[in-house]
């Protein structure tokens, strides 16, 4: 880091050989530098680096571990020690962790503001959408799932079920969402409400938002009332299917939940407030070309 102080040196007059012997290194190790200032590691570890902001950029409570695990996913070749030299030089620690250490201390302001303040009513379809991850464990390990509902109708419009809970899972149950309900014109305006969990305040979730026209909306930490509608699903399902017994492997209860969450929760579970019909039956009724067509 010496050598560019020799070359401001040489410019206003001070001889290489004088400056080199005054701090104390070779003029051959200087002239070296000169032909290659930047050697191959440190622009391999430039790109490291790079790689690895992008990926806790993504999903903010990975920490050096998860890093690594993604920067050989993604084809880079690098000791899972290297890459805890790296991200502890550029401070890239996992929020979770940060959490923990720090007592009492509030994350930062949500990247939406809460649009929805508790009022779970919408006139129509595609007016409303609540989203949230739950998780269950099995043999294999643990099983995530994102769903997207739509509060009008109580339907659970795109959902996406992954062995690892990244902001991906919460990408795929939008793309979903989207696709089921007939593309980005239809839904554009939409609002998507979430709590502040790192997957919905990332910045792939923020893009599909803005990408399909929709309205991002989050509530307050630690305040559960705030996507209570989205709970209220969770806990049927809690209950339904996740606490029925054990789940040997992840693919039964992958299965378990789709053929619960279509032929049971849309075709035969009949709420009060859908005037004793079933999701699919509320929304023929009164939005019948839309409700066909997803």
Known sequence: MMYPL???L????????????????TKQGF???CTKPISD??????????????????????????????LHACGYEASERRVWRLCSQQELFSLTI???RKHGKKPGPPVCDDLVERDFSASGINELWL???????????????????DVFSNRIVGYAIDSRMKSRLAVAAIDDAVARRGGPRA?????????????????????VLRHYGLVGSMGRVGAAG?????????????????????????????????????????????????????????ELVHHKPVALAA
């Open 6 to 8: 020799v070359l401001d």
């Open 10 to 25: 040489a410019a206003t007059g001070v001889p290489v050989a004088v400056a080199c012997r005054v701090l104390g290194f």
């Open 31 to 33: 002239y070296k530098w």
């Open 41 to 70: 590691r440190d622009l391999e570890e430039a790109h490291l680096i790079n790689a690895a902001y992008d990926v806790h950029t993504d999903d903010p409570e990975f920490g050096h571990r998860f890093i690594a695990d993604e």
């Open 98 to 100: 940060k959490r923990a």
């Open 131 to 149: 989203t949230d991850i739950t998780e269950h464990h099995t043999s294999e390990g643990k099983l995530y799932m994102c769903a997207v509902k």
């Open 187 to 207: 839904v554009a305006g939409c609002v998507v409400h979430s709590d502040r969990g790192s997957q919905f305040r990332s910045r792939k979730f923020q893009q």
């Open 226 to 282: 705030d996507n209570a509608a989205m709970e209220s699903f969770f806990a049927v399902l809690q209950k339904n299917v996740l606490d029925r017994g054990r789940w040997d492997t992840r693919a039964r209860l992958r299965t378990a939940i789709v053929h619960w969450v279509e032929r049971t929760y849309h075709r035969k579970r009949r709420p009060r407030r859908l005037d004793k019909l079933t999701p699919v039956e509320y």
